[in-house]
């Protein structure tokens, strides 16, 4: 069994930054690592995703303000959120596929911007 534990949502003005965290609590060794966001009446999407060797990708519209990293000895993975807008607003989840073939979300973290 994975846990995922999120951390480092909040409020925050347009053009502000946010950071979020998610450390992956577990024996199983974790594989592609991804933050979704969810807005209001909206449906979950991805952000951003990253391997366990580093490679990320991102959704086209947030390339340049959102930046994912990981620390692969801490199982953590961290979402870097600069220049935000009120459209960034929404549940941040956390997502990740585990070397025993299943899939694991995190409680999620409330981002809320205002204008």
């Known amino acids: 069994q994975v846990q995922l534990v999120e951390s480092g949502g909040g409020l925050a003005q347009a053009g502000e930054s946010l950071r979020l965290s998610c450390e992956a609590l577990g024996r199983i060794k974790i594989g592609l690592m991804e933050w979704f966001r969810q807005a209001p009446g909206k449906q979950r999407v991805m952000v951003a995703g990253?391997?366990?060797?580093?490679?990320?990708i991102y959704e086209d519209s947030l390339k340049g303000r959102f930046t994912i990293s990981r620390d692969i000895g801490k199982n953590t993975v961290n979402l870097q959120m600069n220049s935000l807008k009120p459209e960034d607003t929404g549940v941040y989840y956390c997502?990740?596929?585990?070397?025993?073939?299943?899939?694991?979300w995190g409680q999620g973290t409330q981002v809320t911007v205002s204008s």
């Open positions: 997502h990740a596929n585990a070397y025993d073939f299943r899939d694991y």
């Open positions: 990253i391997t366990s060797s580093g490679t990320t």
